[in-house]
């Protein structure tokens, strides 16, 4: 995750004049967010809007603004408050504290994602705003799910969310997909070596509207009693998430945390080997 060197002047600002962030308000960050780009041009675009800082960070920038700040995520970096967002559910007194969370690029990385759009929900106030700015199509070596637009449409009315801003931006294709370890096709069903697949991205803000319980969007119950079957449905997910664990927001994770994590650094470097071997080695035997 990163914020370009424009990203205050271009969005942050923009979510002030819009009301969506109001002043002295606050804000959380779902990932570990720093500056991506040029130092130089980074600091130009923050005083360009009064924010005069030596060494500046994203937490520092929001607080310049007046902005209370939280961030969080599974790295243990200074100022970033660990929180799984795949299993946990939010401390007591982050329920409807917020006036804005931002999903900068991090639910797509989650293998529970629906449990982040759920803290979303219940991390903001009546009348707060979550920003999403995530994949919608291709991006292959990106995340691990990208979310439809019948899935957002689908979401915001179980919801009974305020659409604010929804764009879809079509960004350049990918050629090839055969890090994967599929076999690409072409419409024949014939082996290729690159397949054109598009790129997109999408970007949506939405409003709270109502003190009310999280609901999961149910789709495909075309038969009848079809209601009722959802109905069932939305009452097993609040069970099941009424018994997700309560997250401490740790300063720094646990040690064994971090055990945890080398180990799956090592499992994957390893992994990722193994399918380079297993596709140089294909490309070596005859075909048939």
Same mark, same amino acid.
């Given at each position: 995750m990163g914020y370009r060197e424009n990203y205050f002047s271009q969005r942050v600002c923009y979510w002030l004049a819009s009301g969506w962030l109001p002043k002295g308000g606050r804000l959380i960050d779902f990932g570990a967010q720093a500056f991506a780009g040029d130092p130089a041009d980074i600091k130009k675009d923050l005083a360009g809007i009064g924010i005069d800082l030596d060494r500046p960070t994203v937490a520092d920038a929001y607080?310049?603004?007046?902005?209370?700040? %939280? /961030?969080? !995520?599974?790295?243990?970096?200074? +100022? @970033?408050?660990?929180?799984?967002?795949?299993?946990?559910?939010?401390?007591?007194?982050?329920?409807?504290?917020?006036?804005?969370?931002?999903?900068?690029?991090?639910?797509?990385?989650?293998?529970?994602?629906?449990?982040?759009?759920? %803290? /979303?929900? !219940?991390?903001?106030?009546?009348? +707060? @705003?979550?920003?999403?700015s995530m994949p919608m199509l291709g991006h292959r070596k990106h995340g691990l799910f990208n979310a439809t637009p019948k899935l957002w449409s689908e979401l915001m009315l179980a919801n009974h969310y305020q659409p604010l801003e929804a764009f879809i931006d079509f960004q350049e294709d990918d050629a090839s997909f055969g890090y994967t370890g599929f076999i690409v096709r072409d419409l024949t069903k014939k082996p290729c070596t690159a397949a054109r697949a598009s790129n997109a991205w999408i970007t949506l803000v939405y409003r709270k509207t109502r003190d009310a319980p999280f609901v999961i969007p149910t789709d495909h119950l075309l038969f009848p009693l079809g209601s009722v079957?959802?109905?069932?449905?939305?009452?097993?997910?609040?069970?099941?998430?009424?018994?997700?664990?309560?997250?401490?927001?740790?300063?720094?994770?646990?040690?064994?945390?971090?055990?945890?994590?080398?180990?799956?650094?090592?499992?994957?470097?390893?992994?990722?080997?193994?399918?380079?071997?297993?596709?140089?080695?294909?490309?070596?035997?005859?075909?048939?």
């Open positions: 607080r310049a603004l007046g902005i209370d700040y %939280v /961030a969080i !995520d599974v790295e243990p970096l200074d +100022g @970033v408050l660990f929180f799984d967002l795949n299993t946990q559910a939010p401390p007591a007194e982050w329920i409807g504290a917020f006036d804005m969370v931002n999903n900068e690029g991090t639910i797509e990385h989650l293998a529970s994602p629906m449990n982040g759009l759920h %803290v /979303a929900h !219940d991390l903001m106030k009546v009348g +707060g @705003v979550v920003h999403h079957v959802a109905a069932d449905l939305r009452r097993n997910f609040e069970q099941w998430s009424a018994a997700r664990p309560v997250g401490e927001a740790h300063a720094l994770r646990p040690a064994a945390t971090v055990a945890a994590s080398l180990a799956s650094i090592v499992r994957f470097t390893a992994w990722k080997a193994s399918v380079r071997l297993w596709l140089a080695l294909k490309r070596l035997l005859p075909r048939r």
